[in-house]
């Protein structure tokens, strides 16, 4: 369970009269969380998680040198002046397969079969290709038989197509640092070293529930005025792709007595995120209900789509309130449910991928608000991208979401963004790590 550790700055925002900006709601929210107590994982199950400890190698990689291509090893002296015109004669004096120790040394005037990532004998500084000799193959010669001679066509330096021991990782180098991002390469790193298992910050258990007697569980009959719950499973996708357990609680209707049992089954979790109910309307009873289980602040974001947020903790677990409507509860995630959740998992880059882009419509901007436009966003033939407004921009429209890629982002401060303005695009499919 996590702990809020940012409750003064809570309390001080209970006022629901005042207007907060996006960044500083964001503040606020972030300040109330750290990264979650760590697990040890089989690598595998760790894919996509943080690293919650210093990874150093025990051991180098490679732990010897070894052959980068199959040729002959060979001492780089010996084949001075070598060429395709007048080849070299090397004594072939045995063979040497990957997987084994070496059975013969390298002296003067002699060469050895080799295989990729077999160790180079002793003696031997180089390794001529195949393709740069006049081996011809024969019946036999891969059962241990091989030539008495081989002609050496290239003049080799020391190292050629040899890799030294510790090339990539030395003994006691650190490898990987609290905060990585287990990605496959560093999962590929670990298992290099040797190891099975890792520590990593767990996986936060997130709470979702949507409120309102409008609202119905999908494979609900509809009845009359009633509508689906469609924010539950967009929340419940948002908190899986970036990391999170959602947790479906279904919908709590508006009675304070249904609100308070669903809250209480909530607090199991690490965060609980409700939809609905935090707005000025009569019935929205959320609020007072959050008010009355916990210390919780409603807040009016200048943000567009959606305004009324609340945010604070329900018997010591944090509690994200997020509007009602479709698209609204979806932008507010991503701007402050998002950050919240990738910092529970350990990672240090907490924002979403931007990238500038230049805007191809014209966007009205009124009320002061920053407004999150719904857009897609594609390469240019300059190497930039173009911002492209898809459907309607209403807070309820879902269609917009499913066009675009993006949310070109208008500062509270612009009223109309004309054509040819470049903005920052959040780009919504693009994976941080």
Not at 31 to 39: G, K, Q, R, S, T
Not at 258 to 267: N, P, S, V
Not at 350 to 361: E, F, K, M, S, Y
Request: glycine content about 12%; some cysteine.
């Amino acid at each position: 369970m996590t702990q809020l550790v940012a409750a003064p700055a809570i309390r001080a925002w209970e006022d629901a009269d005042r207007m907060v900006g996006v960044d500083e709601a964001r503040e606020a929210i972030l300040a109330a969380f750290a990264p979650l107590p760590a697990i040890t994982l089989p690598i595998l199950d760790a894919l996509g998680m943080v690293l919650a400890e210093e990874v150093v190698a025990g051991v180098a990689i490679p732990p010897f040198p070894n052959s980068a291509m199959d040729g002959f090893a060979v001492r780089a002296i010996d084949t001075i002046g070598a060429s395709f015109e007048t080849p070299i004669r090397l004594r072939v004096i045995g063979e040497a397969p990957a997987g084994y120790a070496p059975r013969v040394s390298v002296g003067p005037g002699t060469a050895v079969r080799i295989m990729t990532g077999a160790p180079v004998p002793e003696g031997a500084d180089a390794v001529v290709r195949f393709e740069e000799t006049d081996e011809v193959e024969r019946p036999g010669e891969h059962n241990g038989h091989v030539a008495d001679a081989v002609g050496i066509r290239w003049a080799a330096k020391p190292g050629d197509n040899v890799r030294p021991a510790s090339e990539d990782v030395a003994a006691g180098d650190v490898v990987l640092r609290g905060g990585a991002h287990l990605r496959p390469a560093e999962i590929g790193m670990l298992a290099a070293l040797g190891r099975t298992h890792v520590l990593v910050h767990r996986r936060p258990r997130v709470a979702i529930l949507a409120t309102g007697d409008e609202v119905v569980d999908p494979g609900d009959p509809l009845g009359p005025g009633q509508i689906r719950n469609s924010n539950s499973s967009t929340v419940a996708a948002l908190v899986r792709r970036c990391g999170g357990e959602p947790v479906l609680l279904g919908v709590a209707r508006d009675t304070t007595a249904a609100l308070r049992a669903k809250l209480r089954e909530a607090q199991r979790a690490d965060v609980v995120i409700t939809t609905g109910g935090v707005s000025t309307g009569d019935y929205d009873l959320v609020k007072h209900v959050l008010r009355m289980e916990g210390a919780v602040a409603l807040w009016q974001v200048r943000i567009k789509p959606g305004k009324p947020l609340a945010f604070g903790r329900i018997g010591g677990v944090p509690l994200l309130g997020l509007p009602g409507n479709p698209v609204a509860a979806a932008v507010a995630f991503e701007q402050f449910g998002r950050p919240a959740i990738r910092r529970l998992l350990g990672h240090r880059a907490l924002g979403i991928p931007t990238v500038p882009a230049r805007l191809l419509d014209r966007v009205e901007n009124r009320g002061g608000r920053r407004h999150f436009v719904r857009v897609r966003v594609e390469p240019d033939e300059l190497g930039g991208y173009t911002a492209r407004v898809v459907g309607a921009q209403g807070a309820g429209v879902l269609t917009s979401l499913l066009l675009g890629n993006a949310l070109l982002v208008v500062p509270e401060d612009v009223s109309v963004a004309e054509p040819g303005m470049v903005l920052p695009a959040q780009m919504l499919d693009w994976d941080l790590g």
